[in-house]
């Protein structure tokens, strides 16, 4: 329960509409024991006295009744018709929904044709039709309100039962010989609760705003007994002479109303298991940094320099360690590949370097990234922004998901070119068909008036390109950018990664997980395993004689072309979750070498000459020294 509560008033808006809501019930629950004049007597002599009256906090209505007494209790009847027509549609609807879902076929046919009935009418004619039908009174009003919100659980529901009916535990309930029934409540009810839990959590503002709305119209609740809507019922022929007769019923509806709707989002949020991680819908502009020991105040070897970076993802009560102090650096000119298994840091590791790890739950915790003598992660956030594109560019793996699909690849380019330039649109198309011929692709003119969809994939990674050359950036990080490509297009975009390279002395930083493509593009590669360096040298000589035993298992796993016969290797094990890494090397449960003394402590990187490794026992190593 503290956990949850902590997810919702991470929201400020839902802890605010939380605030808000609980005083309110608070209030209207300890109605009956304040000193408050009876609320239906009416005293004509005293009729629309103003707020702050002797006696009347609120003033009066038209009747001489005391408008803060009837406020209290009408707000309580509110509350109470609201939340019952809340439970009753959401259990009518739920049960509509999870049998058609559950049973399909002709059942679900039937149900859900029915239900589409009742939903091509507008909601609040059909209200109107089944109080009129009824007849006036707050519970008819209640029933009213209810059946009209029954269909939209019933679809809610069935969708999500539906992509439950046919899952392994709901087949293996079957075969063991459970009903339906108790399929339908032991199983397939637990999973769906939450999803209602959320659906009653956003509506119940809208039902109590529907209740309001047939009482105003005089087919709620009947006089004396009042609700919000009959006060603002009663209370509309005095608007110009007495404002204050509709503003105080009207201010509470609207409290009210916000306040759920405000609390409902942030249910919502605190029940959805993608944002328990405390990842929000929208993440920080950059990601948060707090480092917890002094900054690194060593030499700058190259262009771009990472110097003992940890970056980490804070879930809940737990800490997992994706980036565990990672030292590298690429100079002008150069092409550093990082590889490694999914999940060893190479992707973190990068977008740690812009600020680009979603906070939260994202947070770096130690080391500094130096770009030119200048630390990135002491930068105010305006001055990373205006580093973003110009000085680091970053060509993501699937342009699909990172262009626009509503917006035409050329005008997504000049964006980019306007954002840091400021050059009219006309010169800032001019430079889109020079970046677009650049990066080799055909008839520029009509590719720049095309949306994403349009273009093929190699095509949509060749506008990555341009996008990321667009401001000659002096260093680009390419993460993965040929994974999704088939290997002619794969083959041009590397070539022509490495011609850009060359012409423009550009610095690229290499994510992949390819031997091949490092040893056709990568000038030193370095190998990242549950987020760290474990070795790191130039190309030939890492993939000649690899010294880390992952490495060269890593090598053994790339099959080979007119070599003759050879054993196709394979890694045992998987890696570590970096909540819960092992002692000493976290390689040693999957090692052939592993010895005690390899967890028995901190393994350091070790450095001879060109080459580094972290290993107790490398393969056929000189002496070692130890990396300071």
Not at 83 to 94: F, H, Q
Not at 211 to 232: E, H, I, K
Request: aromatic share 4%; proline share 7%; charged share 20%.
């Amino acid at each position: 329960m503290s956990r949850f509560l902590k997810l919702l008033f991470r929201n400020r808006l839902a802890g605010l509409g939380a605030v808000v809501l609980g005083a309110i019930v608070l209030l209207v629950l300890i109605t009956p024991l304040l000193p408050l004049q009876p609320p239906n007597v009416t005293d004509t002599a005293n009729r629309f006295l103003p707020p702050f009256s002797e006696g009347h906090l609120l003033g009066t209505d038209h009747l001489g009744r005391d408008l803060l007494s009837r406020l209290l209790y009408g707000t309580r009847l509110s509350l109470a018709v609201g939340v019952a027509a809340a439970v009753i549609a959401a259990t009518l609807g739920s049960a509509i929904g999870i049998v058609a879902g559950f049973y399909g076929g002709r059942v679900d046919n039937v149900i859900m044709r029915g239900v589409d009935m009742l939903m091509a009418f507008p909601y609040i004619l059909l209200a109107l039709a089944i109080v009129a039908a009824l007849g006036p009174g707050l519970l008819n009003a209640l029933i009213a309100v209810a059946a009209v919100n029954v269909p939209f659980f019933a679809r809610n529901i069935r969708g999500v039962t539906v992509g439950l009916a046919h899952r392994e535990f709901v087949d293996a309930a079957r075969l063991a010989g459970m009903s339906n029934a108790r399929i339908i409540l032991v199983e397939v009810l637990p999973n769906v609760l939450p999803v209602i839990v959320i659906a009653m959590s956003t509506t119940v503002g809208w039902m109590i705003l529907e209740t309001a709305g047939l009482s105003f119209l005089g087919l709620g609740s009947q006089p004396p007994v009042a609700d919000l809507g009959s006060m603002l019922g009663e209370a509309r022929s005095a608007l110009i002479t007495n404002p204050h007769t509709s503003i105080v019923p009207g201010v509470m509806i609207f409290l009210i109303v916000m306040s759920v709707n405000l609390l409902g989002d942030g249910v919502r949020d605190a029940l959805d298991p993608r944002l328990r991680s405390g990842a929000l819908a929208r993440p920080k502009a950059v990601t948060d940094v707090r480092r917890e020991g002094a900054v690194p105040q060593t030499p700058q070897k190259g262009l771009l320099d990472l110097q003992e970076l940890q970056t980490q993802f804070h879930a809940g009560g737990r800490v997992f360690r994706a980036v565990g102090g990672v030292s590298l650096h690429v100079k002008p000119g150069e092409c550093l590949g990082i590889i490694g298994e999914s999940g060893s840091g190479k992707s973190v590791t990068a977008l740690s370097v812009m600020g680009l790890v979603a906070s939260p739950p994202g947070v770096i915790t130690g080391g500094a990234v130096r770009y030119d003598g200048t630390d990135l992660l002491s930068e105010p956030y305006e001055g990373l922004r205006r580093r973003r594109g110009r000085n680091v560019a970053y060509i993501f793996q699937d342009p699909q998901a990172t262009l626009h699909p509503l917006y035409r690849v050329g005008d997504q380019l000049s964006e980019a070119i306007l954002s840091h330039h400021a050059v009219s649109r006309a010169e800032a198309e001019k430079r889109c068909l020079e970046l677009m011929r650049a990066v080799r692709i055909p008839n520029p003119g009509s590719r720049m008036r095309a949306y994403p969809h349009e273009l093929s994939g190699g095509m949509r990674q060749r506008i990555g390109i341009a996008m990321a050359m667009a401001n000659d950036p002096d260093v680009i990080i390419a993460d993965e950018p040929t994974t999704a490509l088939d290997v002619t297009v794969q083959a041009q975009i590397l070539a022509l990664l490495d011609d850009l390279r060359r012409e423009r002395g550009l610095a690229i930083v290499f994510i992949t997980h390819d031997f091949g493509v490092v040893a056709q593009l990568c000038d030193r590669v370095a190998v990242m395993y549950a987020g760290r360096i474990v070795e790191e040298g130039r190309t030939d000589d890492v993939l000649a004689l690899p010294r880390h035993p992952y490495t060269s298992r890593l090598i053994d796993c790339v099959p080979e072309l007119g070599g003759g016969k050879r054993r196709l290797e394979a890694i045992p094990g998987l890696p570590p979750m970096v909540d819960d890494l092992p002692p000493g090397c976290a390689f040693a449960p999957r090692c052939h070498k592993a010895r005690a003394e390899c967890t028995a402590g901190e393994v350091d990187l070790g450095v001879t000459g060109d080459r580094a490794v972290r290993c107790l026992y490398p393969e056929d190593a000189p002496k070692r020294e130890v990396a300071e």
